[in-house]
């Protein structure tokens, strides 16, 4: 049984996030001595001694990996261990950072198995320490953790399974990772059965926090970039970040939800028509649909769960900024509610703020916030006699107006620290340091 769990990690394992030479021939779970035998070819008894000095004491080793993943060329550790006399199937990894003459423990994290402990396995490489855990019966889940400035915490999760229809699984599987480093997602819907691809997209996807929550700066809140990948059409006539770009950034409370729009434009057009003149647009899809049906088909969207703001820039001058909402049943139910607000960055050149308050109501389901379809776009119009020279910038690789299967995502982050695992480092150590000297007990 062993072996065949070992192999199901193998196969399912992406592409650089292999299982580590030790954690493949350890097949059994290991002493405290055998393991300190092991790392003795490459730390010193007491370096040894300060990871097993903060484990369980009746426990054994299931396997382990050594390599870099906190940034400083250092040789860090992560292991994962399970007491003896355990009776539900839940295994712990502890991650250990080289901070010299010893190390220092980041975090414990506990997984579950379906059913060998060692369906847990990680490697650590790429600056990140990588946990595999098979989630279900098609269900494999590989999660990436690092130490970004001080702070411990999650940095990318890749998972796949079947999709599901009425309870049931389907013979169509998905394949979805996510970069929390940057917000990036990709996601790629092909048959278990045949080798056809039905939907494969690259788009970001917006984290909204509480407001006033404590989040660490090493956590990014906001998507978008400045590079060329943005630009979806018209990108011979785009000149670079300061010809166009965009960064969107959220928060809510208990009534509203706040998005933060940040654009860059040289040059602001205003024209009696839209297709002639710049704006911004966040367009949302409160359907709760999957992008595919059951069976791999596109799904069908109905005009009744669409909202479109459109932020029409102005020319700078005598023009000021107009806001339009489209989507009739949405905008006039809870278009009273939407309120816009813009400034001009008079530190930087041609910069501008807006700030977009919704109602939460829109985004909830039962009294509860929801994930929502959500896509921030830039139109950019530099040369009004021909319009085949606009850019469109957004923050979908394969974004269509009219095709909410091609736009990414908002969602509301309930607990930070669940979400991201995150732990203080730097925090930690200063408590250590304060306890030593007795200023705290």
């Known amino acids: 049984m062993r072996i065949f769990s070992l192999l199901i990690v193998l196969v399912f394992l992406r ?66 261990t399970r007491l003896d006399d355990a009776r539900d199937r839940t295994i712990d990894v502890h991650f250990f950072v080289n901070a010299g003459s010893a190390f ?65 699984q389907t013979a169509v599987g998905f394949e979805r990772s996510y970069d929390l480093q940057n917000n990036m997602a990709e996601e790629h819907y092909f048959g278990t059965n045949s080798n056809r691809s039905f939907l494969r997209q690259t788009f970001y996807d917006l984290p909204l926090f509480r407001e006033n929550d404590d989040i660490p700066a090493a956590i990014t809140r906001q998507i978008g970039d400045s590079t060329a990948l943005m630009v979806v059409r018209g990108g011979s006539s785009w000149h670079g970040p300061e010809d166009c770009s965009i960064l969107c950034s959220g928060v809510y409370d208990s009534s509203s939800v706040e998005l933060h729009l940040t654009i ?29 049906r059951p069976g791999g088909a596109a799904q069908q969207w109905s005009p009744n769960t669409r909202l479109d703001i459109l932020l029409v820039m102005g020319d700078g001058e005598r023009r000021t900024p107009v806001v339009e909402l489209r989507g009739s049943k949405l905008s006039s139910a809870h278009g009273h509610e ?67 299967e091609t736009w990414g995502r908002l969602h509301f982050v309930r607990d930070a620290r669940e979400r991201y695992e995150w732990e203080n480092l730097h925090l930690r150590a200063m408590t250590r340091h304060l306890r030593r000297a007795g200023v705290l007990p």
């Not at 595999?132 to 999660?143: D, L, N, Q, S, V």
């Not at 647009?281 to 595919?292: E, I, Y």
């Not at 530099?382 to 009219?402: C, G, H, I, K, Q």
């Open 15 to 80: 592409p650089g996030a292999q299982l580590s030479a030790t954690q493949i021939l350890q097949s059994d779970s290991l002493k405290f001595a055998e393991f300190s035998s092991a790392l003795g070819k490459i730390f010193s008894d007491e370096k040894i001694q300060s990871i097993l000095s903060k484990l369980p004491p009746n426990c054994n080793i299931f396997g382990y990996d050594v390599g870099d993943f906190s940034g400083d060329d250092g040789m860090d550790v992560v292991l994962s």
């Open 104 to 168: 220092h423990h980041a975090q414990t994290l506990q997984r579950r198995f379906v059913l060998e402990p060692i369906e847990v396995g990680f490697t650590i490489e790429r600056g990140a320490a990588f946990v595999t855990e098979k989630t279900a019966e098609f269900g494999w889940r590989i999660t990436g953790y690092a130490v970004r400035d001080g702070i411990f915490r999650r940095v990318s999760q890749w998972t796949t399974d079947r999709m599901r229809y009425r309870g049931r």
């Open 264 to 292: 860059r434009d040289d040059r602001l057009l205003y024209e009696g028509v839209l297709d002639s003149s710049d704006y911004a647009a966040l367009s949302f899809d409160f359907s709760r649909k999957t992008r595919l």
């Open 338 to 404: 939407v309120r816009v607000s813009m400034r001009e960055d008079s530190t930087q050149f041609h910069l501008y703020h807006f700030t977009v308050r919704l109602p939460r109501s829109l985004f909830e389901s039962d009294g509860k916030p929801v994930p929502a379809g959500f896509v921030c776009w830039y139109h950019d119009v530099d040369y009004p006699a021909n319009l085949s020279w606009v850019s469109m910038a957004a923050t979908s690789r394969a974004f269509e107006p009219d095709a909410p």
